[in-house]
Protein backbone atom coordinates (compact mmCIF):
# COMPACT_ATOMS: atom_id res chain seq x y z
CA UNK A 1 0.00 0.00 0.00
CA UNK A 2 1.17 3.62 -0.69
CA UNK A 3 1.55 5.57 2.32
CA UNK A 4 -1.02 8.42 -0.21
CA UNK A 5 -3.97 5.93 0.70
CA UNK A 6 -5.72 6.37 4.30
CA UNK A 7 -4.94 2.72 5.08
CA UNK A 8 -3.75 2.16 8.41
CA UNK A 9 -2.14 -1.36 8.70
CA UNK A 10 -3.58 -4.42 10.00
CA UNK A 11 -3.16 -3.99 13.46
CA UNK A 12 -5.00 -0.49 13.24
CA UNK A 13 -7.94 -1.92 11.65
CA UNK A 14 -8.15 -4.73 14.24
CA UNK A 15 -8.13 -2.44 16.81
CA UNK A 16 -10.91 -0.26 15.56
CA UNK A 17 -12.67 -3.28 14.78
CA UNK A 18 -12.30 -4.29 18.91
CA UNK A 19 -13.81 -0.94 20.07
CA UNK A 20 -15.47 1.34 17.10
CA UNK A 21 -16.92 3.70 19.73
CA UNK A 22 -13.86 5.34 20.57
CA UNK A 23 -12.58 7.88 18.27
CA UNK A 24 -13.81 11.27 17.01
CA UNK A 25 -17.43 11.51 15.50
CA UNK A 26 -17.23 11.99 12.32
CA UNK A 27 -21.00 12.38 11.78
CA UNK A 28 -23.43 13.40 14.24
CA UNK A 29 -27.23 13.58 13.28
CA UNK A 30 -28.79 15.85 16.41
CA UNK A 31 -32.96 16.10 16.32
CA UNK A 32 -32.96 15.12 12.58
CA UNK A 33 -36.32 15.32 10.89
CA UNK A 34 -37.55 15.53 7.40
CA UNK A 35 -40.92 16.26 6.40
CA UNK A 36 -42.87 16.00 3.17
CA UNK A 37 -45.50 18.08 3.16
CA UNK A 38 -47.70 17.04 6.57
CA UNK A 39 -45.61 13.44 6.19
CA UNK A 40 -43.15 13.41 8.95
CA UNK A 41 -40.38 10.67 7.06
CA UNK A 42 -37.81 10.81 9.82
CA UNK A 43 -38.55 12.16 13.57
CA UNK A 44 -36.37 14.11 15.20
CA UNK A 45 -33.25 11.17 14.36
CA UNK A 46 -29.77 11.79 16.51
CA UNK A 47 -27.11 9.63 15.94
CA UNK A 48 -23.38 9.35 16.40
CA UNK A 49 -20.72 7.52 13.62
CA UNK A 50 -16.82 7.39 14.89
CA UNK A 51 -13.84 7.81 12.91
CA UNK A 52 -13.63 3.70 11.06
CA UNK A 53 -16.83 2.30 12.96
CA UNK A 54 -19.32 0.85 9.88
CA UNK A 55 -22.85 1.46 11.11
CA UNK A 56 -25.63 0.04 9.06
CA UNK A 57 -29.06 1.39 9.25
CA UNK A 58 -31.55 -1.49 9.23
CA UNK A 59 -35.59 -1.43 8.92
CA UNK A 60 -38.19 -2.77 6.93
CA UNK A 61 -39.20 -0.97 3.48
CA UNK A 62 -40.21 2.73 3.85
CA UNK A 63 -39.04 3.05 7.22
CA UNK A 64 -36.68 6.04 5.99
CA UNK A 65 -33.04 5.03 5.81
CA UNK A 66 -32.63 5.89 2.13
CA UNK A 67 -33.89 9.20 2.90
CA UNK A 68 -31.43 9.51 5.86
CA UNK A 69 -28.56 8.61 3.88
CA UNK A 70 -29.81 11.22 1.27
CA UNK A 71 -29.91 13.98 3.77
CA UNK A 72 -25.97 12.87 4.88
CA UNK A 73 -25.48 13.00 1.35
CA UNK A 74 -26.72 16.60 1.02
CA UNK A 75 -29.01 15.40 -1.72
CA UNK A 76 -32.06 16.47 1.00
CA UNK A 77 -32.32 18.96 3.06
CA UNK A 78 -33.45 18.58 6.73
CA UNK A 79 -36.49 20.34 7.70
CA UNK A 80 -35.18 20.36 11.05
CA UNK A 81 -32.53 19.44 13.40
CA UNK A 82 -28.74 19.55 12.12
CA UNK A 83 -25.63 17.35 10.62
CA UNK A 84 -22.55 17.77 11.17
CA UNK A 85 -19.63 16.06 9.55
CA UNK A 86 -16.08 16.25 11.52
CA UNK A 87 -17.55 18.53 13.55
CA UNK A 88 -18.74 21.19 10.91
CA UNK A 89 -22.18 21.79 10.11
CA UNK A 90 -23.19 20.89 6.78
CA UNK A 91 -27.05 20.90 7.43
CA UNK A 92 -29.42 22.80 9.87
CA UNK A 93 -28.90 26.54 9.99
CA UNK A 94 -26.17 26.46 7.09
CA UNK A 95 -26.63 23.90 3.90
CA UNK A 96 -23.48 22.06 2.46
CA UNK A 97 -24.01 21.09 -0.88
CA UNK A 98 -23.08 17.22 -1.71
CA UNK A 99 -20.00 17.75 -3.72
CA UNK A 100 -18.32 19.83 -0.87
CA UNK A 101 -19.12 17.29 2.32
CA UNK A 102 -16.32 14.75 1.37
CA UNK A 103 -19.00 11.70 1.35
CA UNK A 104 -18.74 9.07 -0.66
CA UNK A 105 -21.91 6.79 -2.07
CA UNK A 106 -22.05 3.54 -3.68
CA UNK A 107 -25.07 3.42 -5.40
CA UNK A 108 -27.23 0.43 -5.19
CA UNK A 109 -27.02 -0.43 -9.02
CA UNK A 110 -22.77 0.56 -9.09
CA UNK A 111 -23.46 3.02 -11.15
CA UNK A 112 -20.18 2.62 -13.53
CA UNK A 113 -19.30 4.10 -16.35
CA UNK A 114 -19.60 0.83 -19.27
CA UNK A 115 -17.52 2.15 -21.50
CA UNK A 116 -14.89 2.84 -19.39
CA UNK A 117 -12.28 -0.16 -17.68
CA UNK A 118 -12.19 -1.08 -14.57
CA UNK A 119 -8.88 1.24 -14.54
CA UNK A 120 -10.16 4.11 -15.71
CA UNK A 121 -13.62 4.06 -13.81
CA UNK A 122 -11.40 3.80 -10.40
CA UNK A 123 -9.15 6.83 -11.61
CA UNK A 124 -12.54 8.94 -12.19
CA UNK A 125 -12.36 11.37 -9.97
CA UNK A 126 -8.89 11.60 -9.09
CA UNK A 127 -8.82 14.14 -12.01
CA UNK A 128 -6.00 16.51 -10.89
CA UNK A 129 -3.41 14.58 -9.54
CA UNK A 130 -0.11 13.96 -11.18
CA UNK A 131 -0.40 11.30 -13.15
CA UNK A 132 1.98 8.65 -11.77
CA UNK A 133 0.63 9.55 -8.51
CA UNK A 134 -3.19 8.40 -9.51
CA UNK A 135 -1.43 5.54 -11.66
CA UNK A 136 -0.06 4.08 -7.90
CA UNK A 137 -3.08 5.39 -6.04
CA UNK A 138 -5.13 2.81 -9.05
CA UNK A 139 -2.67 0.60 -8.77
CA UNK A 140 -3.49 0.35 -4.46
CA UNK A 141 -7.05 0.38 -5.00
CA UNK A 142 -7.31 -2.60 -7.35
CA UNK A 143 -4.91 -4.53 -5.28
CA UNK A 144 -7.25 -3.38 -2.35
CA UNK A 145 -10.42 -4.97 -3.88
CA UNK A 146 -8.70 -7.94 -5.04
CA UNK A 147 -8.80 -6.77 -9.24
CA UNK A 148 -5.34 -6.41 -10.19
CA UNK A 149 -5.76 -8.16 -13.22
CA UNK A 150 -8.72 -7.35 -14.31
CA UNK A 151 -7.89 -3.68 -14.72
CA UNK A 152 -8.32 -3.58 -18.18
CA UNK A 153 -11.74 -4.83 -18.11
CA UNK A 154 -15.12 -3.27 -19.24
CA UNK A 155 -17.73 -3.44 -16.26
CA UNK A 156 -19.63 -5.72 -19.17
CA UNK A 157 -16.25 -7.95 -19.03
CA UNK A 158 -16.81 -8.22 -15.52
CA UNK A 159 -19.04 -10.42 -12.93
CA UNK A 160 -21.26 -8.35 -10.05
CA UNK A 161 -19.19 -8.88 -7.22
CA UNK A 162 -16.18 -7.48 -9.39
CA UNK A 163 -18.12 -4.65 -10.62
CA UNK A 164 -19.09 -3.97 -6.58
CA UNK A 165 -15.13 -3.87 -6.16
CA UNK A 166 -14.72 -1.74 -9.09
CA UNK A 167 -17.53 1.01 -7.87
CA UNK A 168 -16.39 0.66 -4.39
CA UNK A 169 -12.18 1.56 -5.30
CA UNK A 170 -13.74 4.61 -7.32
CA UNK A 171 -15.86 5.48 -4.04
CA UNK A 172 -12.63 5.14 -1.98
CA UNK A 173 -10.06 7.01 -4.97
CA UNK A 174 -10.86 10.48 -3.37
CA UNK A 175 -10.03 9.47 0.42
CA UNK A 176 -13.86 10.56 1.79
CA UNK A 177 -13.99 11.12 5.18
CA UNK A 178 -17.53 9.27 5.45
CA UNK A 179 -18.71 6.24 2.74
CA UNK A 180 -22.11 5.90 2.16
CA UNK A 181 -23.83 2.37 0.91
CA UNK A 182 -27.25 2.04 -0.64
CA UNK A 183 -28.24 -1.28 -0.10
CA UNK A 184 -24.74 -2.47 -1.76
CA UNK A 185 -25.41 -6.14 -2.12
CA UNK A 186 -29.09 -6.09 -3.56
CA UNK A 187 -27.99 -6.61 -6.98
CA UNK A 188 -26.31 -9.94 -6.15
CA UNK A 189 -27.29 -13.30 -6.25
CA UNK A 190 -27.76 -14.87 -2.72
CA UNK A 191 -24.09 -16.82 -2.62
CA UNK A 192 -21.87 -13.63 -3.75
CA UNK A 193 -24.17 -11.90 -1.48
CA UNK A 194 -22.80 -13.38 1.25
CA UNK A 195 -19.03 -13.51 -0.26
CA UNK A 196 -19.29 -9.98 -0.65
CA UNK A 197 -20.14 -9.06 2.89
CA UNK A 198 -16.78 -10.35 4.51
CA UNK A 199 -14.88 -8.82 1.44
CA UNK A 200 -16.92 -5.34 1.70
CA UNK A 201 -15.98 -5.45 5.56
CA UNK A 202 -12.23 -6.60 5.31
CA UNK A 203 -12.20 -3.88 2.42
CA UNK A 204 -13.50 -0.71 4.21
CA UNK A 205 -11.65 -2.15 7.64
CA UNK A 206 -8.54 -2.61 6.00
CA UNK A 207 -8.99 0.87 4.07
CA UNK A 208 -9.96 2.26 7.61
CA UNK A 209 -12.83 4.32 6.38
CA UNK A 210 -15.57 5.34 8.14
CA UNK A 211 -18.75 3.94 6.97
CA UNK A 212 -23.13 4.17 6.83
CA UNK A 213 -24.95 1.20 5.00
CA UNK A 214 -28.67 0.72 4.72
CA UNK A 215 -30.16 -2.64 4.16
CA UNK A 216 -33.50 -4.17 5.33
CA UNK A 217 -31.83 -7.41 5.25
CA UNK A 218 -30.72 -8.28 9.10
CA UNK A 219 -28.46 -11.12 8.33
CA UNK A 220 -26.30 -8.02 6.50
CA UNK A 221 -26.88 -5.23 8.92
CA UNK A 222 -25.25 -8.05 11.88
CA UNK A 223 -22.64 -9.43 9.75
CA UNK A 224 -21.17 -7.02 8.41
CA UNK A 225 -21.24 -4.03 10.97
CA UNK A 226 -19.90 -2.47 14.06
CA UNK A 227 -23.12 -1.32 15.31
CA UNK A 228 -26.51 -1.64 14.13
CA UNK A 229 -29.27 1.05 14.22
CA UNK A 230 -32.35 -0.15 13.61
CA UNK A 231 -35.38 1.92 12.60
CA UNK A 232 -39.01 2.20 12.60
CA UNK A 233 -41.36 4.69 11.01
CA UNK A 234 -38.80 7.24 10.84
CA UNK A 235 -37.51 6.66 14.78
CA UNK A 236 -34.37 4.83 15.47
CA UNK A 237 -35.75 1.80 18.01
CA UNK A 238 -31.98 1.30 19.01
CA UNK A 239 -29.04 1.74 18.05
CA UNK A 240 -26.03 -1.18 19.71
CA UNK A 241 -23.87 -3.70 18.30
CA UNK A 242 -24.96 -6.73 16.22
CA UNK A 243 -25.17 -9.23 19.35
CA UNK A 244 -27.09 -6.49 21.33
CA UNK A 245 -29.44 -5.48 18.87
CA UNK A 246 -30.12 -9.73 18.50
CA UNK A 247 -29.72 -10.54 21.89
CA UNK A 248 -30.63 -8.18 24.44
CA UNK A 249 -33.38 -5.91 22.09
CA UNK A 250 -34.57 -3.10 23.88
CA UNK A 251 -38.40 -3.24 22.17
CA UNK A 252 -40.35 -6.23 20.68
CA UNK A 253 -40.50 -4.66 17.42
CA UNK A 254 -36.63 -4.88 17.52
CA UNK A 255 -37.11 -8.59 19.43
CA UNK A 256 -39.31 -9.46 15.95
CA UNK A 257 -37.33 -7.79 12.91
CA UNK A 258 -33.79 -9.21 13.60
CA UNK A 259 -35.18 -12.73 13.52
CA UNK A 260 -37.70 -15.19 15.19
CA UNK A 261 -38.74 -14.57 18.78
CA UNK A 262 -40.77 -16.17 21.04
CA UNK A 263 -41.78 -14.67 24.33
CA UNK A 264 -42.34 -16.91 27.86
CA UNK A 265 -44.44 -15.22 30.69
CA UNK A 266 -43.58 -15.59 33.97
CA UNK A 267 -43.76 -14.00 37.25
CA UNK A 268 -40.69 -13.19 39.30
CA UNK A 269 -40.31 -15.31 42.77
CA UNK A 270 -37.53 -14.87 44.37
CA UNK A 271 -34.48 -15.51 42.39
CA UNK A 272 -36.45 -17.17 39.74
CA UNK A 273 -38.96 -16.41 37.28
CA UNK A 274 -42.03 -19.46 36.84
CA UNK A 275 -42.34 -20.32 33.37
CA UNK A 276 -43.54 -22.95 30.63
CA UNK A 277 -39.97 -24.44 31.02
CA UNK A 278 -39.55 -24.35 34.91
CA UNK A 279 -38.14 -21.90 37.09
CA UNK A 280 -35.61 -19.44 35.24
CA UNK A 281 -32.88 -18.30 37.73
CA UNK A 282 -33.01 -14.38 37.23
CA UNK A 283 -29.15 -14.29 37.58
CA UNK A 284 -29.39 -15.82 33.72
CA UNK A 285 -31.83 -12.64 32.44
CA UNK A 286 -30.15 -9.81 31.60
CA UNK A 287 -30.75 -6.47 33.98
CA UNK A 288 -33.28 -8.48 36.29
CA UNK A 289 -33.21 -8.55 40.06
CA UNK A 290 -34.90 -9.34 43.01
CA UNK A 291 -36.30 -5.82 43.19
CA UNK A 292 -38.71 -7.41 40.56
CA UNK A 293 -40.17 -9.90 42.98
CA UNK A 294 -44.09 -9.94 41.79
CA UNK A 295 -43.60 -8.84 38.50
CA UNK A 296 -44.95 -10.08 35.32
CA UNK A 297 -42.58 -10.34 32.42
CA UNK A 298 -42.09 -11.73 29.33
CA UNK A 299 -38.61 -13.54 28.71
CA UNK A 300 -37.11 -13.29 24.90
CA UNK A 301 -36.07 -16.28 23.85
CA UNK A 302 -34.69 -17.62 19.79
CA UNK A 303 -34.88 -20.76 19.06
CA UNK A 304 -31.40 -21.94 19.43
CA UNK A 305 -31.90 -20.83 22.94
CA UNK A 306 -34.39 -23.89 22.83
CA UNK A 307 -34.41 -27.00 22.64
CA UNK A 308 -37.45 -29.82 22.72
CA UNK A 309 -37.27 -33.37 23.11
CA UNK A 310 -39.21 -36.45 23.88
CA UNK A 311 -39.69 -36.99 27.59
CA UNK A 312 -36.86 -39.56 29.51
CA UNK A 313 -38.07 -41.70 32.21
CA UNK A 314 -39.24 -40.11 35.12
CA UNK A 315 -39.65 -36.81 33.23
CA UNK A 316 -42.90 -35.34 32.90
CA UNK A 317 -43.47 -33.50 28.93
CA UNK A 318 -44.87 -29.70 28.86
CA UNK A 319 -45.21 -29.26 25.61
CA UNK A 320 -46.63 -30.08 21.83
CA UNK A 321 -45.40 -29.99 18.87
CA UNK A 322 -47.79 -27.81 17.15
CA UNK A 323 -45.88 -27.02 13.54
CA UNK A 324 -42.94 -27.86 11.83
CA UNK A 325 -41.30 -26.25 8.80
CA UNK A 326 -38.63 -27.43 7.10
CA UNK A 327 -35.47 -24.80 6.47
CA UNK A 328 -32.60 -27.51 5.18
CA UNK A 329 -29.83 -28.41 7.51
CA UNK A 330 -32.30 -27.30 10.25
CA UNK A 331 -35.87 -27.70 11.37
CA UNK A 332 -37.47 -24.97 12.92
CA UNK A 333 -40.76 -26.50 15.61
CA UNK A 334 -43.37 -23.92 17.22
CA UNK A 335 -44.00 -26.03 20.72
CA UNK A 336 -47.23 -24.76 22.61
CA UNK A 337 -46.12 -25.14 26.04
CA UNK A 338 -48.96 -26.34 28.93
CA UNK A 339 -49.25 -23.09 29.72
CA UNK A 340 -50.01 -21.31 25.98
CA UNK A 341 -47.05 -19.84 25.15
CA UNK A 342 -45.48 -20.74 22.17
CA UNK A 343 -41.97 -21.11 21.44
CA UNK A 344 -39.63 -21.27 18.50
CA UNK A 345 -37.07 -24.27 18.53
CA UNK A 346 -34.33 -25.05 16.14
CA UNK A 347 -33.04 -28.75 15.77
CA UNK A 348 -30.89 -30.65 13.38
CA UNK A 349 -32.13 -33.63 11.68
CA UNK A 350 -30.39 -35.82 14.21
CA UNK A 351 -32.67 -34.34 16.59
CA UNK A 352 -36.16 -34.73 14.61
CA UNK A 353 -39.50 -34.55 17.67
CA UNK A 354 -42.51 -35.44 16.03
CA UNK A 355 -45.62 -33.37 15.53
CA UNK A 356 -48.50 -33.29 17.71
CA UNK A 357 -46.64 -35.55 20.95
CA UNK A 358 -45.79 -34.66 24.25
CA UNK A 359 -42.07 -33.11 24.64
CA UNK A 360 -40.18 -31.72 27.02
CA UNK A 361 -38.65 -28.35 26.23
CA UNK A 362 -35.99 -26.75 28.12
CA UNK A 363 -34.19 -23.65 27.90
CA UNK A 364 -30.16 -24.16 26.28
CA UNK A 365 -29.19 -20.46 26.09
CA UNK A 366 -25.55 -20.35 26.59
CA UNK A 367 -26.16 -16.23 26.96
CA UNK A 368 -28.08 -13.86 29.37
CA UNK A 369 -31.63 -13.52 28.11
CA UNK A 370 -33.68 -10.12 27.55
CA UNK A 371 -36.81 -9.73 29.29
CA UNK A 372 -40.10 -7.27 29.12
CA UNK A 373 -42.33 -6.12 31.59
CA UNK A 374 -45.56 -8.10 30.58
CA UNK A 375 -47.41 -5.82 27.93
CA UNK A 376 -44.75 -3.35 27.58
CA UNK A 377 -43.88 -2.98 23.36
CA UNK A 378 -40.29 -1.02 24.85
CA UNK A 379 -37.90 -1.15 27.89
CA UNK A 380 -35.01 1.96 28.62
CA UNK A 381 -31.48 1.35 28.65
CA UNK A 382 -31.86 1.26 32.34
CA UNK A 383 -34.49 -1.62 32.30
CA UNK A 384 -37.35 1.35 32.95
CA UNK A 385 -40.72 0.84 30.87
CA UNK A 386 -41.08 3.47 28.25
CA UNK A 387 -44.39 4.65 26.67
CA UNK A 388 -46.00 1.75 24.60
CA UNK A 389 -46.48 4.61 21.25
CA UNK A 390 -44.44 2.25 19.32
CA UNK A 391 -44.91 -0.83 17.05
CA UNK A 392 -45.21 -3.90 18.63
N1 LIG B 1 -39.57 12.82 -2.27
C1 LIG B 1 -40.49 12.27 -1.47
N2 LIG B 1 -41.72 12.81 -1.35
C2 LIG B 1 -42.64 12.27 -0.52
N3 LIG B 1 -42.44 11.18 0.25
C3 LIG B 1 -41.24 10.59 0.17
C4 LIG B 1 -40.21 11.10 -0.69
N4 LIG B 1 -39.11 10.30 -0.53
C5 LIG B 1 -39.47 9.35 0.36
N5 LIG B 1 -40.74 9.53 0.78
C6 LIG B 1 -41.44 8.69 1.76
O1 LIG B 1 -40.64 8.63 2.92
C7 LIG B 1 -40.75 7.36 3.52
C8 LIG B 1 -39.35 6.79 3.73
O2 LIG B 1 -38.79 6.48 2.45
P1 LIG B 1 -37.34 5.84 2.29
O3 LIG B 1 -37.09 5.65 0.83
O4 LIG B 1 -36.38 6.66 3.03
O5 LIG B 1 -37.52 4.44 3.02
P2 LIG B 1 -36.56 3.18 3.05
O6 LIG B 1 -36.52 2.74 4.44
O7 LIG B 1 -35.27 3.51 2.39
O8 LIG B 1 -37.36 2.14 2.18
P3 LIG B 1 -36.83 1.01 1.14
O9 LIG B 1 -36.14 -0.03 1.97
O10 LIG B 1 -38.11 0.50 0.53
O11 LIG B 1 -35.92 1.69 0.16
C9 LIG B 1 -41.62 6.50 2.63
O12 LIG B 1 -42.91 6.47 3.17
C10 LIG B 1 -41.60 7.24 1.32
O13 LIG B 1 -42.81 7.05 0.63
Known amino acids: MSSELRTPDRSDAEERERDPEEGPAVLELDG ?22 LLTLLGPSGCGKTTTLRLIAGLERPSGGEIRLNGRSVAGEAFEPPEVRDVGVVFQEFALFPHLSARENVAFGLDGMAEDERERRVDDLLELVGLVDHGDKRPEELSGGQQQRVALARSLAPEPHLLLLDEPFSNLDVDLRVEMREEVRRILKEAGVTAVSVTHDQEEAMSISDRVAVMYEGQLEQVDSPEGVFQQPRSRFVASFLGHASFL ?58 HRRYLGPTVLYRVELDTGDVVGCMHNHAEEVPLDEPVRVELAADHDLAWFPAGAKRVADGGEVLPDDGPD
Do not use: F, Q
Not at 38 to 53: A, H
Not at 275 to 297: K, W
Open 32 to 53: VTKRYGDTTVIDDLSLTVREGE
Open 265 to 322: SGSVEGDAVGTGVGDVPIASINGLATEYDGTDIDVMVRPDDVTARRPGAGEAANGRVV
